[in-house]
């Protein structure tokens, strides 16, 4: 197969995984676009050219290698190269037997008008398309889209690394309203520990608390494991068990996460991780 050239983009929406892959060889381009969300069973919704539409079988099989869920909408466009665009062409011996046919009927009836060159034109067989060979852009089509379904693997990664940004973003906030809470409570702490503790005890239960509330550190681990994962998709050897050992450590930071929240914000924040996380878990499961 000719060597192909190729372009990747990657397009972050909420919870939407996009995907799109432009890839090129002597015959011409492919350019898939990929996305889904989240659903219970898979549903994909192929957009192939008409050129291409023998290679529904194959593309169906590629999804469901590489996603057990999800609603796709997957759609491909292409372009030849000039050389391989075709054209039309003329079938002489139609043409000529048509005039030796029309010759003989106009030597028996002696009146009638010849043929038009439109009507020779619709005659059936005197235009035919010129074949094109689609063989190198076919095994085009389906590489690039293998490379565009483990391209979203990344999108969700981006989004992972989104999510992580806001909560590092609401992180002062969330520990402001819990300096608040705790000085709310602070009297009735104190009429507890009174007895059995000083004020240094006090302090030091505070600090303890605030060092299992906070949640720094899961969100730094979080960043070192989506930036592990990239550089392992990078990678050109088997990376499956990486991957599927990566996806645990992301469930683990992402339910730590979820049990350290203080408010609303920090527990939908840490329910999307988990969707994205279960998202690319399916899909490194098809991962040598």
């Given at each position: 197969m000719?060597?192909?050239?190729?372009?990747?983009?990657?397009?972050?929406?909420?919870?939407?995984?996009?995907?799109?892959?432009?890839?090129s060889?002597?015959?011409?381009?492919?350019?898939?676009?990929?996305?889904?969300?989240?659903?219970?069973?898979?549903?994909?919704?192929l957009?192939?050219?008409?050129?291409?539409?023998q290679?529904?079988?194959?593309?169906?099989k590629?999804?469901?290698?590489?996603?057990?869920?999800?609603?796709?909408?997957?759609?491909?466009?292409?372009?030849?190269e000039q050389?391989?665009?075709?054209?039309?062409s003329?079938?002489?011996?139609?043409?000529?037997?048509?005039?030796?046919v029309?010759?003989?009927?106009?030597?028996?009836?002696?009146?009638g008008?010849?043929?038009?060159?439109?009507?020779?034109?619709?005659?059936?067989?005197?235009?035919?398309?010129?074949?094109?060979?689609?063989?190198s852009?076919?095994?085009l089509?389906?590489s690039?889209?293998?490379?565009?379904?483990?391209?979203?693997?990344?999108?969700?990664?981006?989004?992972?690394?989104?999510?992580?940004?806001?909560?590092?973003?609401?992180?002062?906030?969330?520990?402001?309203a819990?300096?608040?809470?705790?000085?709310?409570?602070?009297?009735?702490k104190?009429?507890q520990?009174?007895?059995?503790a000083?004020?240094?005890?006090?302090?030091?239960e505070?600090?303890?608390?605030?060092?299992?509330?906070?949640?720094?550190?899961?969100?730094?681990?979080?960043d070192?494991?989506?930036?592990e994962?990239?550089?392992?998709?990078?990678?050109?050897?088997?990376?499956?068990?990486?991957?599927?050992?990566?996806?645990?450590?992301?469930?683990?930071?992402?339910?730590?996460?979820?049990?350290?929240?203080q408010?609303?914000?920090?527990?939908?924040?840490?329910?999307d991780?988990?969707v994205l996380?279960?998202?690319?878990?399916?899909?490194?499961?098809?991962?040598?």
């Open positions: 000719p060597a192909a050239n190729q372009e990747i983009r990657i397009v972050i929406r909420s919870m939407t995984a996009f995907a799109r892959v432009q890839e060889n002597e015959a011409g381009s492919i350019t898939w676009e990929l996305r889904s969300v989240n659903h219970r069973y898979l549903e994909p919704a957009k192939l050219p008409e050129d291409f539409r290679l529904e079988p194959e593309v169906r590629l999804l469901s290698k590489h996603l057990t869920r999800g609603k796709v909408d997957l759609g491909m466009r292409y372009k030849l050389q391989l665009q075709g054209g039309i003329l079938n002489k011996d139609i043409v000529l037997n048509l005039r030796e029309e010759q003989q009927v106009l030597n028996i009836v002696h009146e008008s010849k043929m038009s060159v439109a009507d020779i034109l619709s005659w059936p067989g005197v235009i035919t398309d010129v074949e094109r060979d689609f063989s852009l076919n095994e089509a389906l690039s889209l293998e490379q565009a379904l483990e391209e979203m693997i990344r999108s969700r990664c981006a989004q992972v690394s989104e999510i992580v940004a806001e909560l590092r973003k609401h992180r002062p906030q969330m520990m402001t819990l300096r608040e809470k705790w000085e709310a409570n602070l009297d009735d104190l009429k520990w009174r007895e059995t000083n004020e240094n005890r006090l302090e030091q505070l600090v303890m608390l605030a060092q299992k509330l906070d949640v720094e550190e899961e969100l730094d681990r979080l070192t494991h989506v930036a994962v990239i550089n392992v998709l990078g990678r050109d050897e088997a990376v499956g068990r990486r991957l599927d050992f990566l996806m645990q450590e992301l469930n683990r930071e992402a339910n730590t996460l979820g049990s350290k929240s408010d609303s914000a920090t527990t939908q924040h840490a329910v991780l988990k996380i279960e998202q690319m878990r399916e899909q490194v499961q098809n991962i040598e």
